[in-house]
T-cell receptor, first 115, second 112 residues
Framework: DADVTQTPRNRITKTGKRIMLECSQTKGHDRMYWYRQDPGLGLRLIYY???????NKGEISDGYSVSRQAQAKFSLSLESAIPNQTALYFC??????????????FGPGTRLTVL | TQLLEQSPQFLSIQEGENLTVYCNSS?????LQWYRQEPGEGPVLLVT?????EVKKLKRLTFQFGDARKDSSLHITAAQPGDTGLYLC????????????FGTGTRLQVTL
């Protein structure tokens, strides 16, 4: 079974709708991240959380919100989706105590299309 | 905002050829990572380099971290179709290297 799972894997929605993307992990990591990927722009950080009580904005947080319901769950919400939020979204986890220096483990991604 | 520029953006080569991908920034990073991403999947870590001037080899892949820790390169010898994918560099910064800044990506296609 995958260590980092994301649901849904694909979603098509309309402008103005509220959307929630969910991420779950079984790695036992405290740190979780949400990124979006656009062609030619690499991965850009939306929000990150170092533990359940710690939420931080990334470089492109406008239009997004997050909730860390438990150590294993980190959800991303688009309160009112707009077409330029069409992208591939990734959740990731990390454990700074690990042998590999801040290696991040990614989920399979959610492809979101906003019409 | 820290930026990591990768070049080239696209690369299409034949099996057996050599190639180099570059990752450049004006910022200093505490460490630099290289990931590979295949279609329908998330990125997977290949290597982390920490010390300026460090060279690491992973089979046919050679990674180098610049002396000033602002740039890095990935060299692939005798490329194979299995090397096809999107290669991403990522620079670590922050008090505990807690955040990664990802490069723009290099899409590599290796054909028979």
């Amino acid at each position: 079974d995958a260590d980092v799972t994301q649901t849904p894997r694909n979603r098509i929605t309309k402008t103005g709708k509220r959307i929630m993307l969910e991420c779950s992990q079984t790695k036992g990591h405290d740190r979780m991240y949400w990124y979006r990927q656009d062609p030619g722009l690499g991965l850009r950080l939306i929000y990150y959380s170092f533990d359940v009580k710690d939420i931080n904005k990334g470089e492109i947080s406008d239009g997004y919100s997050v909730s860390r319901q438990a150590q294993a769950k980190f959800s991303l919400s688009l309160e009112s989706a707009i077409p330029n939020q069409t992208a591939l979204y990734f959740c990731a986890t990390s454990d700074p105590r690990g042998r590999t220096y801040n290696e991040q483990f990614f989920g399979p991604g959610t492809r979101l299309t906003v019409l | 905002t820290q930026l990591l520029e990768q070049s080239p953006q696209f690369l299409s080569i034949q099996e057996g050829e050599n190639l180099t991908v570059y990752c450049n920034s004006s910022s200093v990073f505490s460490s630099l990572q290289w990931y590979r991403q295949e279609p329908g999947e998330g990125p997977v870590l290949l290597v982390t380099v920490v010390t300026g001037g460090e060279v690491k080899k992973l089979k046919r892949l050679t990674f180098q971290f610049g002396d000033a820790r602002k740039d890095s390169s990935l060299h692939i010898t005798a490329a194979q179709p299995g090397d096809t994918g999107l290669y991403l560099c990522a620079g670590a910064s922050g008090g505990t290297a807690s955040k990664l800044t990802f490069g723009t990506g290099t899409r590599l296609q290796v054909t028979l």
